[in-house]
């Protein structure tokens, strides 16, 4: 594979696991806690989302070089306004069971500091190109943790998924989960469960190629590993 194509690969799948906005930066935790008390209504915002975030993205990375560097953060919040506007109206036309239970979160998409990062440290600074792939890869990523997230909760909180009765007979279920207390309880298990994956992926991949596996280095007292480099 060439060069220029690893790197656009990389760029493209940055967003889905290595650099995951709400599984592995925590950003985007509102939207997140608030709307994935369905799994319906997690894709809905994933897409909304993804959506304002390719748009933005593309004009931002198009007239990078004309806009003065003192009036950036002004311009940014306007082209980001602009593309939520016409997400909010899109969905309130076509898709109005979708935007009536997104309710206040799609206006609110124009504060989400994932595409406000994403203009501010990557489209302000690539090519179109590049910043078409980051969006995409940033909104799938974005998009993949609120389906997760929303489909813990209801099939846990509601015995359904996408509105479908999946546990009948199995279990009671806990209607706490689609509440916000659940949203927190799930939001922290599953970015518990991801974090450790990552730790262990890291460390079976080091001891792979045979190099010295890293650990934590914190250096507790009382931890056993605290003598060894964090390592048991």
């Known amino acids: 594979m ?14 889905i696991m290595k650099e995951n906005p709400v599984l592995k930066l925590v950003l985007g935790t509102c939207p997140t806690l608030a709307v994935t008390t369905m799994a319906r209504n997690a894709i809905g915002m994933g897409i909304a989302a993804t959506f304002v975030l390719l748009g933005s993205n593309i004009v ?5 070089k004309i806009v003065p560097d003192k009036v950036r953060i002004p311009v940014f919040i306007t082209v980001i306004a602009g593309f939520t506007t016409i997400v909010d109206m899109l969905l309130h036309a076509y898709l109005p069971d979708v935007y009536k239970e997104l309710g206040i979160y799609i206006p609110l998409i124009v504060v989400n500091c994932i595409i406000f990062a994403r203009a501010e440290m990557f489209a302000s600074k690539n090519g179109v190109v590049a910043s078409i792939l980051d969006a995409l890869g940033m909104g799938a990523g974005f998009t993949m943790a609120l389906l997760i997230m929303g489909s813990v909760r209801e099939i846990i909180g509601a015995g359904t998924w996408m509105g479908i009765p999946v546990t009948k007979n199995l279990f009671d279920p806990a209607v706490i989960m689609i509440l916000p207390p659940g949203g927190f309880l799930a939001f ?4 518990a469960v991801i974090q450790k994956l990552s730790v262990l992926k890291v460390r079976n991949k080091e001891i792979a190629s045979g190099e010295t596996v890293s650990g934590c280095d ?3 007292a009382g931890c056993a590993a605290a003598h060894n480099g964090g390592d048991k």
Request: glycine letters at 8%; aromatic letters at 4%.
């Open 188 to 191: 922290g298990f599953v970015v």
């Open 2 to 15: 060439a060069k220029s194509d690893k790197k656009a690969l990389s760029v493209l799948t940055n967003g």
């Open 218 to 220: 914190m250096n507790c």
């Open 60 to 64: 931002i990375s198009l007239i990078r």
